[in-house]
């Protein structure tokens, strides 16, 4: 039951985002009534799945395991260099960031591997990795096409437009570029012991293009969440 109301939540989170000011959820009635300050964070292993045309080399499996380790090390390195920059805003609780090498090694301790941990419930994670609070990642990667011929598309299709641009007496063409993949990727922070949704936060996969939206949702959270982190 405890994990019940982070997974209703995120079930109706797309529509909380869009009733909420600059695209970031804090569950303003947990955090009137728990104080988090001093309380210990961890960005738990993210989940990854690659979906779409699959790339003709490569082995997916291990690419999703190190896209996950990479991913879930850029959030860590997004709210502490936020902390590093910035003064933590008022609603915002002073917090302590676990290592991410920490947090994997104490999770490995007590499952076969890190991928087996992504299906985990995130509060249960959390107690292993000795956090009060966590960070839950989902990342979904879609392929359309390989970068290179996203690339060309997209060069002849501006070389076709300035073409037809210089030659025409009438209006202006532009052809929509094409991309390579999309990314769905959601965040959010979760209490550990009790598995209540905290702040959360989404990308818009329509926009997103060749995952430049990860890095702008990370900033996101560390600006706007309910958390300002510094290590341990």
């Known amino acids: 039951m405890k994990t019940k109301s982070y997974y209703l939540l995120l079930g109706v989170l797309p529509v909380v985002l869009f009733s909420c000011s600059r695209g970031v959820y804090n569950n303003h009635d947990y955090l009137s009534a728990h104080d988090l300050s001093g309380k210990k964070l961890a960005v738990l292993p993210v989940e990854v799945y690659y979906t779409g045309i699959p790339a003709a080399k490569g082995d997916t499996y291990t690419e999703e395991e190190a896209t996950s380790l990479e991913a879930q090390s850029a959030l860590e390195q997004a709210y502490l260099m936020y902390t ?5 805003k008022k ?7 676990i290592n991410g ?3 994997n090694d104490r999770i490995k301790s007590a499952v076969p591997d890190l991928r087996s941990a992504w299906k985990m419930a995130p509060d249960s994670l959390g107690r292993l990795a000795g956090a009060d609070l966590v960070l839950k990642v989902r990342l979904v990667r879609t392929r359309f096409m390989s970068e290179g011929l996203a690339k060309g598309i997209n060069t002849g299709t501006t ?3 300035a073409v037809i641009n210089t030659s025409s007496n009438g209006g202006l063409s532009f052809t929509p ?7 769905t990727y959601e ?9 209540t949704l905290i702040s959360s936060t989404a990308n818009e996969k329509e ?11 990370n900033e996101l959270m560390a600006e706007k969440a309910a958390v300002y982190a510094a290590l341990n």
């Open 84 to 88: 590093a920059r910035h003064s933590a």
């Open 91 to 97: 609603y915002q609780h002073h917090v302590e960031m």
């Open 101 to 103: 090498n920490q947090v």
């Open 159 to 161: 070389i076709l437009d």
């Open 177 to 183: 570029g094409v991309k390579a993949y999309s990314v």
């Open 187 to 195: 965040v959010s922070l979760i209490d550990a012991k009790t598995g």
């Open 207 to 217: 926009k997103d293009r060749n995952g430049d939206s990860i890095k702008k949702i």
